[in-house]
């Protein structure tokens, strides 16, 4: 959880529901059941951290909603976190999301 705290400043951690279009309708607008989770400034020089799907993300077909909500990592965290850790820091990662942002994960990608 320290090297959590660490990789991830959660002083300078933002979050915003990314906009979408939708094909169909036209329409633009917030995707809320999707959040980017980023450091630093969204419209500046911003560093992607991960992103986190909620269930009504998924198509009620998708086999992805029996593994919902779920959090997807960028590769260059998530090859840092394995290096260190193989895969025994995704469920101190469930934890520390659900800590500091009250979100539940029920698969890390």
Known sequence: MNYLDELFDIDDLHWTHP????DETGEEGEDENRIEFYIGDYEGTDEGCFRYYFCDYFL???S???LCPIISLESQYTDTLN???????QEPFKKW???NF???VKTVE
């Open 19 to 22: 906009y979408d279009y939708d």
């Open 64 to 66: 992805a909603r029996d």
């Open 97 to 99: 999301i659900k800590l």
């Open 83 to 89: 290096s260190y850790f193989g895969n025994m820091w």
């Open 60 to 62: 009620s077909y998708s």
């Open 102 to 104: 009250d979100l539940t």
